[in-house]
């Protein structure tokens, strides 16, 4: 089973700063299948970003993503007031299909 | 427009069963897998399984196997979870979550609301 650590557990920010959230894979990930999701309070996942640095349909350019082998990265480049959440990244390269610990995006 | 949507909220005893549905429009059914995921209060996401609609293959975790079954109803276009012998671990939302298939593994491109589970005697 490949492990995601992510990191930091909390990530607390004023509104119009640089987020860069890092996720790191407890073996090499081909980087087509690496995924980050956004996830509010109350409400069910939403996909960000797939194959590492690909934006879902709809997901405003200040968020991008990259990375490869073990160490992959979610960069929000300025925080919007909807940006804080709670993110997720997860491998689909393997069963079963695991997810990091989340990284908590919290207003300062 | 593409929705998933979700039976509503079940208690249940320890040992007792449960069968979440997660009815789909908006898109070819057979075309997308559907994933189970699941969430316990406060806790990150935890991948269950899933099953091809257009075969009925399904694959799930080593977690589950054999206390999970995943089935769907083509006509109807909704997708069944059962997870039997429930303990109160199992507390959670569980979430459907729809995947494109093809020959290579994607992401879950949409996700329905969630099935509030909760597990009490």
């Known amino acids: 089973e490949i492990v995601l650590t992510q990191s930091p557990g909390t990530l607390s920010l004023s509104p119009g700063e640089r987020a860069t959230l890092s996720c790191r894979a407890s073996?090499?990930?081909?980087?087509?299948?690496l995924a980050w999701y956004q996830q509010k309070p109350g409400k069910a996942p939403r996909l960000l970003i797939y194959?590492?640095?690909s934006r879902a349909t709809g997901v405003p350019d200040r968020f991008s993503g990259s990375g490869s082998g073990t160490d992959f990265s979610l960069t929000i480049s300025r925080l919007e007031p909807e940006d804080f959440a709670v993110y997720y990244c997860?491998?689909?390269?393997?069963?079963?299909?695991?997810f990091g610990q989340g990284t908590k995006v919290e207003i300062k | 427009q593409v929705q998933l949507v979700q039976s509503g909220a079940e208690v249940k005893k320890p040992g007792a069963s449960v069968k979440v549905s997660c009815q789909a429009s908006?898109?070819?059914?057979?075309?997308?897998?559907m994933h189970w995921v699941r969430q316990a209060p406060g806790q990150s996401l935890e991948w269950m399984g899933w099953?091809?609609?257009?075969?009925?293959?399904?694959g799930s975790s080593q977690d589950f196997r054999g206390r999970v079954t995943f089935t769907r109803d083509t006509p109807a276009r909704t997708h069944y979870m059962e997870l039997r012998s429930l303990a109160s671990e199992d507390t959670a939302v569980y979430y459907c979550?729809?995947?494109?298939?093809?020959?290579?593994?994607?992401?879950?491109?949409?996700w329905g609301q969630g099935t509030s589970v909760t597990v009490s005697s």
């Open positions: 099953i091809n609609p257009a075969t009925g293959v399904t």
């Open positions: 194959s590492t640095s």
């Open positions: 073996q090499s990930i081909s980087t087509t299948y």
């Open positions: 997860q491998q689909y390269n393997t069963s079963p299909r695991t």
């Open positions: 908006g898109f070819t059914f057979n075309q997308y897998t």
């Open positions: 979550a729809r995947e494109y298939e093809t020959a290579t593994p994607k992401a879950l491109d949409w």
